[in-house]
DNA sequence: CTGGATCCGGCAAGATACTG
DNA sequence: CAGTATCTTGCCGGATCCAG
């Protein structure tokens, strides 16, 4: 099941006009981990592996229902594992699964351009509202 | 691992660590263009400027309204252009704006993952379901 | 042709309380 | 500690009609 591949990027840099947006499945993706929390759940869990507590006081905001709805959502989908310990008091935890690695750069480039795209998209929006 | 990173990944993943997930702002992109159209909206008028209708029939699926909103979002945070042409009858034409060729590649990743993902992710879904 | 305005059902998601 | 159950609210998004 779990296969390590990185020929996920080589189909990219293939020449191919590869830019037929119907066969786009990026709405596929965002049904995925576009929600408000998945997403940060997958970068928090980059950082190793987290147990539920852990997640909640980490992920501002959220609510301990979203937060596990959202990690069997994950689970489900296969993002991510979750083991549990039988100790007392009792311990789960979540971890990644070798799926997530691909996508954690180009995860990682949006962040990346929301950065630099924050104070442009901010002033835009402005001028927007001031224009209406 | 990956290597197909634009000029604006470069920059600004270079100086920082850039693994620290506080400041991440996965957020705010997907509050941006993580609704159920925007991200396709894009794509296509990726293709080069596109009409109303021409957009309506190009999204498979999309209502007038929806359209409609999800254009207005995009163009109040500069993401896109909306020109009118005074004709007879009215013409519009939506058009991305340079903040977008910049997130092209990592959307670009996103959607060649999900190809390569799907089948494992509905073979994990499957196997979830029958567990439970 | 390019939308705006309005109504409305359904689901996302927060708050709260309870449990093994 | 790691969740569930239930209630309630908000808003997303479809359908429909109207307008410049």
């Known amino acids: 099941m779990s296969q390590r591949n990185?020929?996920?990027?080589?189909?990219l840099t293939a020449p191919t006009d590869?830019?037929?947006p119907e066969d786009c499945p990026l709405p596929e993706v965002l049904?995925?981990?576009?929600?408000k929390?998945?997403?940060q759940v997958l970068v928090q869990l980059g950082e190793g592996p987290h147990r539920f507590t852990q997640l909640e006081r980490a992920i501002e905001g959220i609510s301990r229902r979203m937060l596990t709805v959202s990690l069997r959502n994950l689970e489900r989908n296969g993002l991510i594992t979750r083991t549990v310990?039988?100790?007392s008091p009792p311990r789960v935890e979540y971890a990644t699964t070798a799926?997530?690695?691909d996508i954690r750069a180009p995860l990682e480039a949006l962040a990346a351009w929301a950065r630099y795209?924050?104070?442009v998209i901010a002033a835009a929006r402005h001028a927007y509202d001031n224009r209406h």
Not at 31 to 35: S, T
Request: proline share 8%; hydrophobic share 40%.
């Open 6 to 11: 990185t020929a996920v990027t080589d189909q």
């Open 18 to 20: 590869a830019s037929s």
């Open 31 to 35: 049904a995925l981990i576009g929600d």
């Open 37 to 39: 929390w998945s997403a």
């Open 85 to 87: 310990y039988p100790d």
């Open 99 to 101: 799926l997530v690695e």
């Open 117 to 119: 795209a924050s104070p």
